[in-house]
């Protein structure tokens, strides 16, 4: 049972354009959502978050928007640089009901960078 | 300041052998997680500590895998009789208490022959 999807296993973007990362989850009782980046070898590294309280969080080039309604989270990169190629995990949590950051994470979606 | 650390990096093992992985979280760091990423898959969550409460193990896969944490720093995951399928790459995070963000080691990563 997949509570937190990336349906894109991989995704590329010219340098400069927009990138879009997509997530969907099923389990209404998430309530906080992350998004972290993987390089080769590294553990993942926090990217931004979002309370579901909200619908937007920006933090610089980094947008994550929440539908609560549809389930669904995405993550805007604007604009992309060669150095976002990486893995991107999107991950959610049930903080008020679990008392805990238990993440579950989707599969990764792998962001390519194109010069 | 430093970060998560993780020993060793790398581990080879021959199926049925023992392993133990371990885990030094960021000082001060009272919350502290084990997670493991199979080939091709996402991060799956193992096992939670939090200050002297209770670990909560309900992501353990079987009763092969444990782990502690001494003093309330750092961590062992015990895998016992490995299998094949527990080849993956073993990740440990912390937060400052539960409630906060969770920054992960670079990972061991196990290969069960």
């Known amino acids: 049972d997949q509570q937190v999807k990336q349906n894109s296993p991989s995704l590329s973007v010219q340098e400069g354009r927009i990138s879009i990362l997509n997530c969907d989850y099923t389990?209404?009782?998430?309530?906080?959502f992350l998004w972290y980046k993987k390089y080769p070898a590294e553990g993942p590294t926090f990217l931004i978050s979002?309370?579901?309280?909200?619908d937007k969080n920006e933090d610089g080039r980094f947008t994550v928007f929440l539908n609560k309604s549809a389930k669904h989270l995405s993550l805007h990169i604007v604009p992309s640089q060669p150095g976002d190629s990486a893995v991107y995990f999107c991950?959610?949590?049930?903080?008020?009901?679990?008392?805990?950051?238990?993440?579950?994470f989707g599969q990764g979606t792998r962001l390519t960078i194109n010069p | 300041g430093a970060g998560v650390s993780q020993s060793p990096s790398n581990k080879v093992t021959e199926k049925g052998k023992d392993v133990e992985l371990r885990c030094d979280p960021i000082?001060?760091?009272?919350?502290l997680y084990w997670y493991r990423q199979s080939l091709g898959q996402g991060l799956e969550f193992l096992i939670y500590?939090?200050?002297?409460?209770?670990?909560?193990k309900s992501g353990l896969p079987s009763d092969r895998f444990s782990a502690e944490r001494t003093g309330g720093s750092v961590s062992t995951l015990t895998i016992q009789r490995t299998q094949q399928e527990d080849s993956a790459v073993y990740l440990c995070?912390?937060?400052?208490?539960?409630?906060?963000?969770?920054?992960f080691g670079p990972g061991t990563r196990l290969l069960v022959l």
């Open positions: 000082s001060g760091h009272t919350a």
């Open positions: 500590f939090q200050g002297n409460s209770a670990p909560d």
């Open positions: 979002i309370s579901s309280i909200k």
């Open positions: 389990n209404s009782m998430f309530d906080y």
């Open positions: 991950a959610a949590s049930a903080r008020v009901i679990q008392g805990a950051q238990k993440l579950v």
């Open positions: 995070a912390s937060s400052l208490n539960f409630q906060e963000t969770q920054y």
